[in-house]
């Protein structure tokens, strides 16, 4: 961390009363016994998971013992979403509490696509480590830039198609940390689709499984019979076939979080750990991953508290990953602090950032909802696209509320883009050249060609197959949403609030 930045955060701190340690102090504090009220943190993001793919949500084909367990002793959100179904673009809110047009990573970082946030941003880890002394640790898939800007102060290693050989390995980082807070940000590639497996020379199928190539895991395999092929996917073989790969995937993620979640309470940490399970996006179908349709950005959200205080309760607060960095630093106590942070930070003539619209975390602490999960006032929620990968511009503005849910297709004149492995997906090809020309609820030219507009009722249509604009019964609740959404970009200050007035 720069020197200038160490500074900026002593200011605010001295500014707010409180002492805070350098980002790379070389006095390791590992021994020091801090308040038992300061709780450690766990945040497990999976790749590619959907919301109907658990057990506590309803699936019983899929096997997830072990999350069904964490649902049992933490809090299970049914309206928890992501705010873009894109891994990168969503990360990027993760870590930061920032909209992907205020943190500037709209989309993929690696290879060419070359997107990373923008250098004056700060990340949940930085807050934690230089706010509230926590030690940071890393791994699994990483997938965004800076690391200046998203900085841990380890990073471990395992194969992160191998979620319990991923636990193993944090077992040096759990117990050196047995008597200071940490947080640990736990990444696995399962169930995303596939693509080489470096360590392993059997070539994987569609979501990573290779028959006997995860050391140490006990998979679980599944027939095509076994698998529930949901509304918003086509009935066919094919699909059926990526099901069933997929839910092994999942499965293995299941096993691996199990081995964690062992590791925790054999440090005797469990009972002072918060842990959170989500997803970044969507199941890696079309219809789901890369929109903004329920399938895409309506994901699981598991809460354990650290102290087990509302075990097994389920809520339907509408929350989004802006506001996973807000919970959990108002969870330690800093969450006032980080907001001064940033706002000081934006106003550095030396920074040449004048977005003042964006001088603290956008991001809502949903802190009320872990104490009470019948709080009020988590009534709305929204979501943005702008790229996946660098040649998939579309984007996209989306207001939901607890029934309606509005798109603003801002490209809407161009065909809606294809990430490259839901195109060459057997499910996707096969409906493609079916006679019928549908895919589930929606016709191919539907999903290619879209309005600019798409309003839907979520509660009597919820797999957004009717589109609304048009009936003159819904006037007014488009009128409405149009007003929310603009009222929104314009208190984020997004630059696509332009394309209200031109194209």
Same mark, same amino acid.
């Given at each position: 961390?720069?020197?200038?930045?160490?500074?900026?955060?002593?200011? /605010?701190?001295?500014?707010?009363?409180?002492?805070?340690?350098?980002?790379?102090?070389? +006095?390791?504090?590992?021994?020091?016994?801090?308040?038992? $009220?300061? &709780?450690?943190?766990?945040?497990? /993001?999976?790749?590619?998971?959907?919301?109907?793919?658990?057990?506590?949500?309803?699936?019983?084909?899929?096997?997830?013992?072990?999350?069904?367990?964490?649902?049992?002793?933490?809090?299970?959100?049914?309206?928890?979403?992501?705010?873009?179904?894109?891994?990168?673009?969503?990360?990027?809110?993760?870590?930061?509490?920032?909209?992907?047009?205020?943190?500037?990573?709209?989309?993929?970082?690696? =290879?060419?696509? =070359?997107?990373?946030?923008?250098?004056?941003?700060?990340?949940?880890?930085?807050?934690?480590?230089?706010?509230?002394?926590?030690?940071?640790?890393?791994?699994?898939?990483?997938?965004?830039?800076?690391?200046?800007?998203?900085?841990?102060?380890?990073?471990?290693?395992?194969?992160?198609?191998?979620?319990?050989?991923?636990?193993?390995?944090?077992?040096?980082?759990?117990?050196?940390?047995?008597?200071?807070?940490?947080?640990?940000?736990?990444?696995?590639?399962?169930?995303?689709?596939?693509?080489? /497996?470096?360590?392993?020379?059997?070539?994987?199928?569609?979501?990573?499984?290779?028959?006997?190539?995860?050391?140490?895991?006990?998979?679980?395999?599944?027939?095509?019979?076994?698998?529930?092929?949901?509304?918003?996917?086509?009935?066919?073989?094919?699909?059926?076939?990526?099901?069933?790969?997929?839910?092994?995937?999942?499965?293995?993620?299941?096993?691996?979080?199990?081995?964690?979640?062992?590791?925790?309470?054999?440090?005797?940490?469990?009972?002072?750990?918060?842990?959170?399970?989500?997803?970044?996006?969507?199941?890696?179908?079309?219809?789901?991953?890369?929109?903004?349709?329920?399938?895409?950005?309506?994901?699981?959200?598991?809460?354990?508290?650290?102290?087990?205080?509302?075990?097994?309760?389920?809520? $339907?607060?509408?929350?989004?990953?802006?506001?996973?960095?807000?919970?959990?630093?108002?969870?330690?106590?800093?969450?006032?602090?980080?907001?001064?942070?940033?706002?000081?930070?934006?106003? $550095?003539?030396?920074?040449?950032?004048?977005?003042?619209?964006?001088?603290?975390?956008?991001?809502?602490?949903? +802190?009320?909802?872990?104490?009470?999960?019948?709080?009020?006032?988590?009534?709305?929620?929204?979501?943005?696209?702008?790229?996946?990968?660098?040649?998939?511009?579309?984007?996209?503005?989306?207001?939901?509320?607890?029934?309606? +849910?509005?798109?603003?297709?801002?490209?809407?004149?161009?065909?809606? &883009?294809?990430?490259?492995?839901?195109?060459?997906?057997?499910?996707?090809?096969?409906?493609?050249?079916?006679?019928?020309?549908?895919?589930?609820?929606?016709?191919?030219?539907?999903?290619?060609?879209?309005?600019?507009?798409?309003?839907?009722?979520?509660?009597?249509?919820?797999?957004?197959?009717?589109?609304?604009?048009?009936?003159?019964?819904?006037?007014?609740?488009?009128?409405?949403?149009?007003?929310?959404?603009?009222?929104?970009?314009?208190?984020?200050?997004? &630059?696509?609030?332009? +394309?209200? $007035? =031109?194209?």
């Amino acid at each position: 961390m720069s020197l200038s930045l160490n500074n900026a955060i002593l200011s /605010v701190a001295l500014l707010l009363g409180f002492s805070v340690s350098s980002c790379r102090s070389e +006095k390791d504090t590992r021994d020091t016994i801090l308040p038992s $009220d300061l &709780p450690n943190i766990v945040l497990i /993001v999976a790749d590619d998971h959907g919301t109907g793919d658990l057990g506590c949500y309803g699936n019983n084909a899929v096997k997830t013992p072990n999350l069904d367990y964490l649902a049992s002793e933490g809090i299970r959100f049914t309206r928890a979403h992501c705010t873009s179904a894109s891994c990168s673009a969503s990360r990027s809110v993760i870590l930061t509490g920032l909209y992907n047009h205020a943190n500037g990573h709209f989309g993929h970082q690696h =290879h060419f696509h =070359h997107f990373s946030a923008f250098d004056h941003v700060y990340s949940l880890p930085v807050y934690l480590e230089e706010l509230a002394g926590y030690h940071t640790g890393r791994i699994g898939k990483y997938h965004v830039a800076p690391e200046e800007v998203f900085y841990f102060q380890e990073v471990m290693h395992a194969n992160s198609r191998n979620a319990l050989a991923m636990a193993d390995s944090c077992i040096g980082f759990i117990e050196q940390n047995r008597n200071h807070p940490f947080f640990l940000y736990f990444c696995t590639s399962d169930p995303h689709r596939s693509g080489p /497996v470096s360590d392993e020379p059997l070539a994987p199928d569609a979501f990573g499984n290779i028959k006997g190539g995860h050391t140490g895991v006990e998979e679980t395999y599944f027939t095509t019979e076994d698998v529930i092929v949901p509304p918003y996917l086509p009935e066919s073989n094919a699909c059926r076939e990526e099901l069933a790969q997929y839910y092994q995937s999942v499965a293995r993620i299941d096993y691996g979080v199990g081995r964690l979640f062992g590791h925790l309470k054999n440090a005797g940490v469990w009972d002072n750990t918060v842990i959170i399970y989500i997803s970044d996006n969507g199941i890696a179908f079309a219809g789901a991953k890369t929109t903004v349709y329920q399938p895409g950005i309506n994901l699981p959200c598991l809460v354990k508290n650290a102290a087990g205080e509302n075990k097994g309760m389920v809520t $339907d607060a509408m929350i989004n990953w802006a506001d996973l960095t807000p919970t959990i630093l108002d969870l330690v106590g800093v969450l006032p602090e980080a907001n001064q942070l940033m706002a000081d930070r934006v106003e $550095d003539p030396k920074m040449n950032w004048n977005n003042t619209a964006n001088e603290s975390l956008q991001g809502r602490s949903f +802190k009320a909802v872990m104490e009470d999960v019948n709080a009020e006032g988590f009534d709305e929620t929204y979501a943005s696209h702008t790229f996946h990968e660098i040649t998939m511009y579309y984007p996209m503005k989306s207001v939901i509320t607890r029934k309606y +849910k509005l798109i603003w297709n801002i490209a809407w004149q161009l065909p809606y &883009p294809h990430a490259a492995d839901l195109w060459v997906s057997s499910t996707w090809q096969v409906a493609l050249k079916s006679e019928r020309g549908m895919y589930a609820g929606r016709s191919i030219n539907d999903y290619t060609y879209r309005s600019e507009f798409e309003l839907y009722d979520l509660e009597n249509d919820p797999y957004e197959t009717r589109n609304l604009v048009g009936d003159p019964a819904y006037k007014d609740e488009l009128e409405e949403l149009k007003n929310r959404l603009y009222a929104f970009q314009e208190r984020t200050n997004d &630059p696509w609030i332009l +394309k209200w $007035d =031109h194209q």
